[in-house]
């Protein structure tokens, strides 16, 4: 879960690569993954799609035990809100989601109005999709 990761998790991020433009995305789930390196895009075993992952510097250290680094990956499932508008994340977000305007190297991520549902982000407007009032 995106609240469980430690802001420590992150010293080694050198930059963030997104597979896709974000800009119409309200959120992104985030997660740590064991991955075998530090630079290149790392294997997806999820439902749903890879959106982004964090690269990480010279300085980081591959753990003893496994070989492998602890990256964060971004993807999203195929119910979420970008998918599904009308869904099950119609409003809120899962408990992983971030906004991912709020999100850069060493720096977690938070939800926001937006990416909780909110207002209707520009994508759902186009699409003419409007929310239900609270």
Known sequence: MSALIDPEDLTHESDLVWLEDTTHLDYVRQSLDRVTGRNRRPAYHRDGRLVGYATLGPT????????????????LAPHDRDQQPAGLYATGAPSEAVDPRTVAPRVKGYKTERSEGGPASDAMREMGITLPKA
Do not use: E, I, P
């Not at 980081?60 to 993807?75: D, E, I, M, N």
């Open 60 to 75: 980081a250290k591959a753990s003893r035990a496994s070989g492998t680094h602890l990256r964060r990956v971004f993807w």
